[in-house]
């Protein structure tokens, strides 16, 4: 069984920076991509980012330039760099792997 356990949401003011983590349990973790989603209210669960097991990145058009992905294998834990907050950032950011997802943590971007 595969854990993700996200962390590092909070209020931030528009413009401001945060970032999330996700630790991951299992030894399959650098062989697996990972991708982060979110969620806000009244909304689908949509895809934000993902990073494949050789660290090649992709990005929401919503995103590009100011969200960076990133990974570290020792670790077991991938990262979500977020700058240039918007208030439309504001959701339930979730990370996931193959099947598996993480209970989310939530950000709010307001003044």
């Known amino acids: 069984q595969v854990q993700l356990v996200e962390s590092g949401g909070g209020l931030v003011q528009p413009g401001g920076s945060l970032r999330l983590s996700c630790a991951t349990s299992?030894?399959?973790?650098?062989?697996?991509?990972m991708a982060w989603y979110r969620q806000a209210p009244g909304n689908e669960r949509e895809w934000v980012a993902g990073i494949t097991s050789l660290g090649k990145t992709n990005y929401a058009d919503s995103v590009k330039g100011r969200f960076t992905i990133s990974r570290d294998n020792a670790k077991n834990t991938v990262y979500l760099q977020m700058n240039s907050l918007k208030p439309e950032d504001t959701a339930v950011y979730y990370c996931?792997?193959?099947?598996?997802w993480g209970q989310g943590t939530q950000v709010t971007v307001s003044s």
């Open positions: 299992g030894s399959i973790f650098s062989r697996n991509d």
């Open positions: 996931r792997t193959s099947l598996f």
